[in-house]
């Protein structure tokens, strides 16, 4: 603790037990735990304490109130377990005879206070703190707190019920890893008290007729098996196993949505990883008897796990693909097709019934389909997917959902039902689709997929959000349609598939819903970038109405509509006028045409959004080289740098920046200077190519903008701009030179630059960078600035930059200051919000 | 039904908001709060405690946005686009523009932060509003085929709605924040008298009876105005949106009548957009605005012109509004640094401010700030707080309830001790229950669902054939059975259900023993007792069979002698199910014994 710290705690504590002082901002007193947290994290001395008298003075005198306010009161209790939480302040507050007035029998334990969520609350995360060590857990079995603890479990606040459990774990933890020496065996005399006392608890809890009861311990221990992997643990679940069985088997015990979760934990813990065992079969009964809805999460948890036996394994899958499997059957003519699956784990009637009841039959799709979809983003699955299967049975719950297959067997026409025009389905039913593009091997099936994607794309009734996963998973379809289309047949498919989706994008394009407009133009975007150099795709593309559409939603009323036209016209552009061997000719895409365009936009458009679009697109052609020769980028620079140097968005001034620097590591590997500063370059060769290069970024206005950065009132600007004049500095300064930049005399040709190191030297306070240029400084001057990069110390400046990066004043001392502020206006502020 | 609020904190929190609302089997979230004086995890509502199994998705129904403040929609983006929610959200049309403004805004000036991250992007805001479903007021929307909502007008800041929510005849009414006084810009809430089972509504001023908004206005007219008249320069640190419109159109409204000339300006270009909003929501002002509209424009603000950084150095007055308003960063503090050391000057502070901004210092009377930790900035110009916020007090929360009529008042977003005196307040008044759980509480209310049931033509025809001619005015007591198939109810004669579900009929009889003194042959007996009915039951068929037993329509007597006592004889009545009307008066008849005269 600092000495202005410790200057301030007295009074900063007395004014807390003051009960006569408004009440404190929460996150003022939240934000004074956590500073003591971090105090005695890495001390367990008692310094802090015996150092700070007023600590323990505070903790008395809200003791010694008729009546504290609960959030006063659950902060001390709060406070004493963080000081209590090593063994040497725990004695000191014992002498003291605190922790028993706070924790104890005697204290807001059961009072009138305790009524209060916060004070229970308070009470819960003060033990937390203090179990860290023998003497606080002796003193938890003596002074009756685990009662305390077991009865707050069932707490009517949530928050302070899985507190409680959080605690429980925490405590059984500590007490079998300090007090135990050597394994544990069932025999409960092995195990010490404290443990003993909370393994009685579950056991008791567990075996109770009282559902509460079996919930908390089912809480308990799952947290319990998915934080600690310790060897005990495995003894302490044959204790259970049993019982936990028994719950399986029993449908009289509502318990079993639980169990899926607990099942898991302990799948997951190391401890359980030998293959053999009953704990397995276990798994394997689960997955027979929960309902498809609960063992979905067991299902999915377990193919996610490295060790797990492969019968599991499938058995888990088959779970997950039951539904799908009921769906194929449904919908098939009879001996059509075989469904997906050979067997099933459970009774398909179950998985039938669930479909065919309107109620549960979109909550177990769409579960099953968010469980496909996770497994299909796993890098390692260690079982085989019949990918061409899973295909077809998303097409056909597609074809339910917008009602283009009504089928004949009386199961699937209630499915069929159920299903029409429900998007929850839809969406995860395409976000399944995109996902499985990655798979290989669906090719046959590529025509009837099209069919459905283009009729979604197509339809009036389909919703915007669903519209928008449409596009994604056609995009993506798309991507691997091109990788396929080799023989000449596929070729023409391609070709008319191609067609048809541009057809449609036409058509939403123009959309009354800026929703619709705006993820027309993102797929428009992603169809580019995967596809550019597809000459077929390119074709297409060209000859469709949709980059004139495209072009025309530069002016969209809806400025997010805007930004998502300017990314995709700047897209465009790669294969319209910037692509090195142009299909196009004539004056169609002209490129001064759009590039005005986007310039008016970064310069007049008045918002954000756009503005940001049109410099991250500039960045980018500038990037791919797409800005013609040397010259014309030059000037291309220097006008998109004085546009966004007074943008009023820091974002857009950032992104200058960017340009900036992308623009000069370009021109210094064109001019043919290393862009290593430490390669090793002949000092001939190097001087003139410098000179070269100055004169390149003062004609392009650079200096004035990087050197006015500095002091912009956005921290990242400055950051950034500091870090391009450190990158650009490096070029023109040997590496030795760079620790002490040379001193500026005020003769008069140095004038200039002196007032600009001095100003720089206070940093980004000075704030009053003058808009006209400065004192006589010529940003456009070469030689100027090459003095200017010597001489302004800007490691210096970065540090400065990077340690105040943040206005929301966080040291301790300022908090214990504007507490200190706080109490002492009378005057309470009402409350108000923005 | 049950509510409970999941912001973290286990007290009653002012501040944000974040209800689940159970219902009918439907769960709904009711805003999405942020806090903005945290900038870790606790800034959020804690998600994972809607649900510990399956999807969020799966879980809720929808999402309902009251408002576009950030303590109400300031965790969406978080929500939707972060921890992975993909279901409907729902706000009023004017919420849906205006709340990604803000929800910018603040990206913008929390991502300045160095080492910032857990925080939602650009891209996510979009995506984020790309899924959200615009209302109107009044507009009965269907979320699935049993859940509606419903917008109605609160007034609290533009576009602020309360939500009915409604599956069958069970339902919720949510205010959000609202206001029952017309202001300068905004109208007073309204609500059917729509009695829903429970109306949560917000309690922030519970206790305040509070000065008229009025004269707030007034007061901050007064100061803007001297400062400006002694040549000093007037700082107002706003958001975007919101206070600062609202505060354009009083200055404006001001500059006018009294003719002034010192410049206002706004320094942010968001407020092109803003702007823009409050011009295409009009409807959603009040009446004045709208009448006026007419012949100008109240948002097409003359005297208010964009600001330039260099204006900050200019000589003579001004009054100028920069973002952000806790004075943490950007073009408010710059100004507020140029400024801060003349005393001539003034900041108004127009709302909350959170620990360790320069706002909220100077708010607690600092005057010495340390500005990262090397200089130190002296302020000498004034300090002023004002608030403007529009909730409604005491008062207009009774009020609420009146309209409203509920059956149950939960209160939220208020101080614990300000609630239990309004709980009170209201408990006698209205003699409803009222309950404010803390933060993570659940309260769960009884309801009496009533369910609809198809009822069969047969069943009708035959119902109303033998009872008194149908009154559409009397409610009618049927029989029938009720078919639980597939999720819908069906009321159908006996028969039917017997034939649907495959099953045969069951005879019921039940018999009954009476007693009777008589000494005579039992033969005589029967006789005795055959006669007897006959005299009585003259409109129903009696028949004495040769086996001796007496039949009245489906009921059967026999008589035997008593094995003990030959004097008594005992009757044995049986009846089916069917004529359990007939039978029991029959047992009844015969417990009284039979008459002498027949002797």
């Known amino acids: 603790m600092t000495r202005e710290c410790a200057a301030l705690l007295p009074g900063v504590c007395a004014a807390l037990a003051d009960p006569r002082q408004p009440g404190l901002d929460d996150t003022c007193l939240e934000k004074l735990l956590d500073w003591f947290r971090s105090l005695t994290w890495f001390d367990p001395t008692v310094e802090l304490v015996q150092d700070n008298p007023c600590l323990t003075e505070l903790i008395t005198s809200v003791l010694a109130l008729p009546e504290p306010s609960p959030s006063i009161l659950s902060f001390t209790l709060q406070l004493a377990g963080i000081l209590a939480s090593s063994e040497n302040r725990f004695q000191h507050l014992q002498q003291e005879k605190l922790l028993g007035r706070l924790f104890g029998r005697a204290g807001p334990v059961g009072g009138a206070l305790w009524e209060d969520p916060s004070v229970r609350s308070g009470w819960v995360k003060g033990v937390h703190s203090m179990v860290h060590h023998l003497p606080a857990l002796h003193f938890l079995c003596s002074a009756g707190v685990m009662d305390v603890i077991f009865t707050l479990q069932g707490d009517p606040s949530l928050f302070v019920a899985s507190a409680a459990s959080q605690l429980l774990v925490h405590v059984l933890t500590f007490s079998v890893e300090s007090e135990t020496s050597k394994p544990l065996s069932t025999k409960d005399c092995d195990w010490p008290a404290c443990a003993q006392m909370i393994l009685k608890h579950i056991e008791e809890s567990l075996q109770s007729s009282c559902a509460s009861h079996i919930e908390h311990s089912l809480k308990l221990l799952t947290s319990l098996f998915g934080s600690c992997y310790a060897a005990w643990t495995e003894v302490l679940w044959l204790n259970i196993a049993k019982q936990i069985e028994s719950f399986l088997m029993e449908e009289t015990v509502q318990a079993q949505h639980m169990l899926a979760n607990l099942l898991l934990n302990v799948a997951r813990s190391p401890v359980f990883s030998d293959t053999e065992g009953s704990f397995w079969a276990l798994v394997t009964s689960a997955l027979e008897h929960l309902t498809p809805v609960q063992a979905g999460p067991l299902a999915v948890g377990l193919l996610r796990l490295c060790k797990c036996p492969q019968d599991v394994r499938i058995q888990a899958l088959t779970v997950l693909l039951q539904p799908m499997d009921c769906i194929l059957r449904a919908a098939s003519q009879p001996l059509e097709y075989a469904g997906l699956l050979d067997e099933s784990v459970t009774d398909p009637v179950t998985v039938e019934s669930l479909l065919s009841s309107k109620t549960s039959c979109a909550g177990l799709l769409c579960q099953t389909l968010a469980h496909l979809e996770k497994l299909l983003s796993l890098k390692h699955l260690r079982v085989d997917l019949p990918c061409v299967s899973l295909l077809r049975s998303l097409i056909t719950i597609l074809q339910f959902c917008n009602g283009f297959l009504t089928p004949t067997s009386p199961l699937g026409s209630t499915i069929s039902r159920n299903l029409i025009n429900c998007f929850r389905v839809q969406k995860s039913a395409l976000d399944v689709l995109a996902a499985l593009s990655e798979k290989k091997g669906c090719d046959t099936l590529i025509r009837s997929l099209f069919d459905v994607l283009l009729a979604y794309l197509e339809s009036p009734n389909t919703s915007p959000t669903v519209l928008k996963k449409a596009f994604q998973a056609t995009s993506k379809w798309l991507a691997c349609l091109q990788e396929l289309s080799c023989s000449n047949s596929q070729c023409q498919q391609t070709e008319k598939i191609l067609e048809d989706v541009f057809l449609v994008l036409q058509k939403r394009l123009c959309s009354p819903c800026w929703e619709v407009r705006d993820s027309s133009l993102e797929f428009l975007t992603a169809m580019i970038k995967c596809l550019r150099d597809q000459d077929g795709f390119r074709q297409s593309l060209l000859s469709s109405e949709v980059p004139r559409l495209a072009e025309n939603l530069l002016e969209d009323p809806e400025s997010y509509v805007r930004a998502s036209a300017v990314t995709a016209v700047g897209h465009l552009a790669f294969i319209t006028y910037l692509a090195a061997e142009s299909p196009v000719a004539g004056n169609q895409y002209n490129k001064e045409n759009t590039v005005a365009k986007l310039q008016e936009i970064l310069s007049t458009d008045s918002e954000g959004f756009p503005r940001r679009a049109v410099i991250s697109i500039f960045t980018k052609w500038l990037r791919e080289g797409c800005t013609g020769q040397l010259e014309d980028t030059e000037q291309f620079v220097s006008r998109v740098i004085q546009t966004v140097e007074h943008d009023l968005d820091w974002e857009v001034r950032l992104g200058g920046l960017e340009l900036v620097e992308v623009f000069c590591s370009k021109t210094i590997c064109q001019l043919g200077l290393s862009e290593c500063p430490y390669a090793p370059e002949s000092s001939a060769v190097t001087s003139s190519t410098q000179q070269n290069l100055l004169q390149v970024f003062c004609r392009a206005k650079l200096f004035g903008f990087l050197f006015q950065s500095l002091c912009d009132c956005d921290k990242p600007v400055g950051q950034r701009a500091c870090d391009v004049l450190i990158g650009l500095r490096g070029n023109f300064y040997p590496i030795s030179t760079l620790e002490n930049p040379q001193e500026i005399e005020d003769s008069p040709a140095g004038c200039g630059i002196a007032w600009l190191q001095r100003t720089l030297r206070q940093g980004s306070l000075a704030q009053n960078f003058p808009t006209d240029g400065g004192n006589g400084v010529d940003f456009q001057d070469p030689e100027s600035m090459m003095v200017a990069l010597g001489a302004i110390d800007l490691l210096e400046l970065h540090d400065e930059l990077n340690k105040s990066s943040d206005h929301v004043e966080e040291s301790p001392q300022s908090l214990l200051q504007d507490i200190l502020a706080t109490v002492g206006t009378i005057e309470e502020n009402e409350v108000d919000c923005y | ?599």
């Open chain 2, 1 to 599: 039904l049950s509510a409970f609020s999941l912001c973290p904190g286990a007290g009653q929190d002012v501040g944000r908001s974040c209800i689940l609302v159970s219902i009918a089997g439907k769960n709904v979230m009711l805003d999405c709060g942020m806090h903005m004086g945290y900038n870790d995890d606790r800034r959020f509502p804690d998600f994972s405690y809607i649900t510990q199994n399956g999807r969020l998705t799966d879980f809720l129904d929808c999402v309902i946005i009251s408002h576009f403040h950030l303590d109400h929609c300031g965790a969406l983006p978080y929500f939707s686009e972060m921890v992975g929610y993909d279901g409907p959200i729902y706000m009023t049309h004017p919420t849906k523009a205006i709340c990604p403004i803000l929800l910018e805004d603040y990206r913008k000036i929390t991502v300045d932060k160095k080492g910032e991250t857990n925080f939602f992007t650009s891209q996510m805001i979009k995506d984020c509003m790309k899924k959200v479903v615009a209302v109107h007021l009044h507009q009965t929307v269907q979320v699935d085929e049993e859940l509606e909502i419903k917008a109605y007008y609160a007034g609290h800041v533009l576009g602020a709605a309360m939500f009915q929510i409604k599956v069958g005849c069970e339902s919720v009414v949510y205010t959000g924040d609202y206001n029952m006084t017309p202001d300068r810009h905004l109208g007073a809430a309204w609500v059917d008298k729509c009695r829903p089972d429970l109306l949560i509504t917000e309690s922030t001023y519970a206790t305040t009876i509070r000065d008229s908004k009025r004269c707030r206005e007034r007061d901050f007219l007064k100061k803007v105005h001297e400062t400006v008249e002694r040549g000093g320069k007037v700082l107002i640190p706003v958001f975007a949106l919101g206070r600062a419109q609202e505060l354009c159109i009083l200055l404006e409204t001001f500059w006018e009548r009294m003719n002034l000339k010192a410049p206002i300006y706004f320094s942010t270009g968001l407020t092109e957009k803003a702007n823009h909003y409050y011009k295409l929501f009009i409807t959603w002002t009040n009446q004045k605005i709208r009448k006026t509209f007419v012949q100008r424009n109240m948002f097409e603000f003359k005297h208010i012109k964009a600001f330039d950084r260099a204006f900050a150095d200019n000589p003579g007055p001004m009054v100028v509004f920069a973002t952000p308003g806790m004075l943490h960063a950007g073009q408010s503090l710059q100004i507020f640094r140029k400024w801060a050391g003349n005393e001539k000057n003034m900041v108004i502070m127009p709302g909350y401010c959170v620990q360790g901004t320069v706002g909220h210092k100077i708010l607690s009377g600092q005057r010495k700030l340390e500005m990262e930790g090397r200089q130190i900035l002296e302020v000498k110009m004034q300090v002023e707080y004002m608030s403007f916020s529009a909730h409604a007090d005491a008062k207009g929360i009774m009020q609420l309830i009146r309209q409203a009529e509920p059956r149950n008042v939960l209160l939220v977003h208020g101080e614990a001790k300000k609630m239990e005196f309004l709980k009170q307040k209201i408990e006698q008044e209205f003699h409803v229950s009222c309950y404010m759980p803390a933060n993570g509480e659940t309260t769960t209310i009884l309801t009496n669902p009533c369910i609809p049931v198809d009822i069969s033509l047969g069943l009708l025809k035959r119902e109303t054939a033998i009872g008194p001619v149908p009154d559409a005015k009397k409610p009618k007591l049927m029989h029938g059975t009720l078919l639980m198939k597939d999720n819908s109810f069906r009321l159908v004669c006996p028969e039917q259900a017997l034939k649907e579900l495959g099953l045969a009929e069951h005879q019921l009889r039940f018999t009954c023993r009476v007693h009777i003194q008589d000494p005579r042959k039992e033969h005589e007996t029967v006789l005795r007792v055959y006669n007897h009915l006959k005299g009585v039951l003259k409109d129903y068929s009696v028949q004495h069979l040769p086996d001796g037993s007496i039949t009245v329509e489906s009921i059967l007597i026999q008589a035997t002698a008593h094995s003990e006592d030959q004097g008594t004889k005992v009757l044995l009545v049986s009846w089916t199910y069917q004529d359990e009307e007939l039978g029991s008066y029959l047992t009844s008849l015969l417990k009284k014994g039979l008459p002498q005269s027949t002797a």
